[in-house]
């Protein structure tokens, strides 16, 4: 868009006498989008560029336009004054700002991801007995990228996948999702729930991962403060 605004400008104002004009970009898509005239995110922009090239093109067989990418490392110095002024300059969207469908899907995008991210933290939605794993202390956060936090891990491995999914909404094939299905006969002393290990905390996802005997927990990156940290959780399964 800005790419058709300022040729319009040079056209208006500049071009009376010159045939040959170079046009400096850092962003290389907006080389590549420039005479690019179908659907994509920047179509208008690319449309009014070309609407301008047309123009002026056709007062002389001997007008040229080159475009050259040049990489912010390079520091430009016409570049670097541009990017100061155009970020300088405060614009008011108005009560119907023109956007392009990049814009609008990012939107979308952020507006989703804080979406998810807010219910995440609902126990009515996600369920009370969803374990909460974290990555370098911070809770996971659902994505759409990359099969999410959780699945981009284990995807190569059925087994690793269906061991994540079942343990992490608790629908494991433990004591404690069969007492919440009345799914048979369960180990019970004194009215409690136990666990085949003797502990009365009951087969709970937490107590196999904190406590249970009946698992192996020799891997030093498995130690009790990293119970909950998603990798060393991943190794454990």
């Not at 909460?132 to 996971?140: E, P, Q, V, Y």
């Not at 995807?155 to 996948?161: A, E, F, R, V």
Request: proline share 3%.
């Amino acid at each position: 868009m800005a790419l058709g605004h300022a040729a319009n400008r040079i056209l208006d104002e500049v071009l009376d006498n010159v045939g040959e004009v170079h046009l400096f970009m850092d962003l290389l898509n907006a080389v590549t989008m420039a005479l690019d005239c179908s659907h994509h995110s920047a179509q208008m922009g690319s449309l009014l560029f070309v609407d301008w090239l047309c123009v002026w093109l056709n007062g002389s067989a001997d007008c040229t336009v080159i475009l050259h990418h040049v990489t912010k490392s390079v520091m430009f110095e016409p570049l670097e004054l541009v990017h100061l002024f155009a970020t300088s300059v405060k614009v008011e969207a108005g009560r119907r700002p023109v956007r392009t469908a990049a814009f609008a899907r990012k939107q979308l995008t952020s507006d989703m991801l804080e979406a998810w991210d807010s219910m995440s933290r609902i126990p009515s939605y996600i369920g009370h007995n969803f374990l909460t794993l974290r990555n370098k202390g911070r809770l996971l956060s659902p994505s759409h990228i990359g099969g999410g936090p959780w699945l981009h891990k284990v995807w190569g491995s059925n087994m690793l996948t269906a061991r994540l999914i079942l343990s992490v909404t608790g629908h494991a094939p433990i004591a404690a999702y069969h007492a919440r299905f009345h799914l048979g006969d369960l180990p019970m002393e004194d009215g409690f729930l136990v666990c085949l290990c003797g502990s009365f905390k009951g087969e709970t996802v937490r107590h196999v991962i904190n406590s249970c005997g009946r698992y192996d927990r020799h891997s030093t990156k498995f130690h009790i403060s990293q119970r909950r940290d998603f990798l060393p959780y991943v190794e454990f399964l």
